[in-house]
């Protein structure tokens, strides 16, 4: 096998594009996780904005990943 003929999807292309989502995610959730708990330390209020912010990194991040794994499993089944 040509050593430049494997494509980003082949050997670790694949694991490399996976983790990236993996990452993407755990980072959305976080930031958004943190930004409703200082919402909440700044408006001295309830915990409504860190369960905000953890939903919305959730659906954010959860939405993205569908979007990334739905492309790249689209770019592997052609060739």
Known sequence: MKRGSEGPNDGYGAGYALLTVSLTFALTVV???????????????????TLIGLLAGLGLGGF????????????????
């Open 31 to 49: 930031l958004f996780l943190l930004g409703g708990r200082w919402l909440d330390r700044r408006l001295n209020s309830a915990p409504i904005f």
């Open 64 to 79: 993205w990943a569908y979007l990334r794994i739905s492309q790249e499993s689209g770019r592997g089944g052609r060739k």
